[in-house]
């Protein structure tokens, strides 16, 4: 499969603490995406990570990228009952026009 | 600027019945996509449309699932007839030129329960 894999399933913490939630993937890729989804709703896009970067920030949000380990982290800092969703990855392996999706975290954020 | 449209939210049909899904894209984005999100998993790509040209297709059920984009605007996806494993929410999504620029945007979905 060219999907993506997203460890752990399911992630529950206190609200305050970081989340931290990992994606592997298995071949070469362009870019890689973090999107997140709230419960019934559409995909929210956070993050774009290209190939040739290592780390990028967005506000609360860290990613990082190992195209070595063929893997990436999101990082989650000072998390709130509002980040409570699903969250994916999406990596593209071919074009840059198409990115295929991993399975997800669960993250459920305590208050 | 006004997200991406999709109707209906939700529908409920028979097996063996049609169902078709309404996509209106962001104004400008050239390039449309339908995923299928069955519960539990990630959503999977279904067809890419760069305009109203049809860019990737290989794992639509072609069987059984149809879409068109009209004129390089508005999309329908079609189900005709419908089994129960096409039991899913359908998201589709635009970008302005594929998503290495930027990422997609995504429509709120239509959750189908074949029954």
């Known amino acids: 499969s060219q999907q993506g894999e997203e460890d752990p399933q399911a992630l529950s913490i206190q609200e305050g603490e970081n989340a931290t939630m990992n994606c592997s993937y298995k071949?070469?890729?362009?870019?890689l995406q973090w999107y997140r989804q709230n419960s019934g709703r559409g995909l929210v896009h956070l993050i774009l990570?290209?190939?040739?970067?290592r780390e990028k920030h967005s506000g609360r949000l860290r990613v990082t990228l190992d195209t070595s380990k063929k893997s990436s982290s999101l990082l989650i800092t000072a998390s709130r009952a509002a980040d409570t969703a699903s969250y994916f990855c999406?990596?593209?392996?071919?074009?840059?026009?198409?990115?295929?999706f991993g399975t997800g975290t669960s993250l459920t954020v305590i208050p | 600027e006004a997200g991406v449209a999709q109707s209906p939210r939700y529908k409920i049909i028979e097996k063996r019945q049609s169902v078709a899904f309404w996509c209106n894209p962001i104004?400008?984005?050239?390039?449309l996509y339908w995923y299928q999100q069955i519960l539990g998993q990630g959503p999977k790509l279904l067809i890419q449309?760069?305009?109203?040209?049809?860019?990737?297709d290989s794992q639509l059920p072609k069987d059984r699932f149809s879409a068109e984009r009209l004129k390089g605007v508005d999309s329908t996806l079609k189900i005709q007839p419908a089994k129960l494993e096409d039991s899913a929410v359908y998201l589709c999504?635009?970008?302005?030129?594929?998503?290495?620029?930027?990422?997609?945007?995504f429509g709120s979905g239509t959750r189908l329960t074949v029954v």
């Open positions: 990570i290209r190939s040739n970067e």
């Open positions: 999406a990596t593209d392996v071919a074009t840059g026009n198409q990115f295929y």
């Open positions: 999504a635009s970008s302005l030129a594929g998503a290495g620029s930027g990422g997609y945007t």
């Open positions: 071949t070469s890729i362009n870019n």
């Open positions: 449309f760069q305009n109203n040209g049809v860019v990737d």
């Open positions: 104004s400008g984005h050239a390039t």
